[in-house]
């Protein structure tokens, strides 16, 4: 699985767009982008994943450039509830096999009045 | 749903002892995983499961065993604890086909 590379931590104020970089410049043509989240001491929670094109849910959306080595997530609105860990993880698809999910330290970010 | 669960919340062990967490889930996932996550790191995937009857080790299985006899429960026992297994202890499951893991609520464990 490539390596990914994220700032340790940001602030955003509330109401105001988060937007969480992540590097990942090995990536390979089959590795999916990944997006958890980690709230203080409980279990990680999907957020969104793609391959190469843009992607939107209820909850965010990931912008993959062109060449695939870096992305972003974007929080449209944060609120104080998206104060967490966010986990940028890069593998083959999950749904080919296998369970493991790489999760190295992710970004804290801390969402503000 | 309740989706996945695991029991005990928190458990404090002595070194040598043994101990089971308990891992249910209610969504009938074939796939089911237990990482551990230590300060200031991330999770490390220590068994999986793609199925009940199949197990597979993960990058961190010394010192643990588990089974999967039926699709809703997979165990993860600690044969002789040992205080380097102190941690936090998360289970997961997803269904096939489907990319996005369920994680529980964890398991604090603290070995003396």
């Known amino acids: 699985d490539a390596k990914t590379t994220q700032p340790t931590s940001m602030d955003c104020a509330e109401g105001r767009a988060a937007n969480l970089p992540c590097n990942h410049s090995?990536?390979?043509?089959?590795?999916?982008v990944y997006w958890y989240r980690q709230i203080h001491s409980q279990g990680p929670q999907y957020i969104i994943h793609?391959?190469?094109n843009n992607e939107t849910n209820e909850m965010a959306s990931l912008i993959i450039t062109e060449d695939r080595k870096s992305s972003t997530l974007i929080l449209p609105h944060a609120t104080l509830r998206d104060t967490a860990v966010y986990y940028c993880?890069?593998?083959?698809?999950?749904?080919?096999?296998?369970?493991?999910?790489?999760f190295g330290t992710g970004t804290q970010l801390k969402v503000e009045l | 749903n309740a989706g996945v669960t695991q029991t005990p919340k928190f458990q404090v062990l002595k070194t040598g002892q043994s101990m089971t967490l308990q891992c249910a889930q209610d969504m009938n996932h074939e796939y089911m995983s237990w990482y551990r996550q230590d300060p200031g790191m991330g999770l490390r995937l220590i068994h999986y499961?793609?199925?009940?009857?199949?197990?597979d080790q993960g990058e961190v299985p010394n010192g643990y065993n588990v089974s999967r006899s039926t699709t809703e429960d997979f165990p993860l026992r600690l044969l002789s604890a040992a205080p380097s297994q102190t941690s936090v202890y998360f289970c997961a499951s997803r269904d096939t086909g489907i990319n996005e893991q369920f994680f529980g609520p964890g398991t604090r464990l603290t070995v003396l």
């Open positions: 993880i890069v593998r083959v698809a999950l749904t080919g096999g296998g369970n493991k999910l790489t």
């Open positions: 090995t990536i390979s043509g089959n590795e999916y």
């Open positions: 793609g391959l190469k």
């Open positions: 499961s793609v199925g009940a009857g199949i197990t």
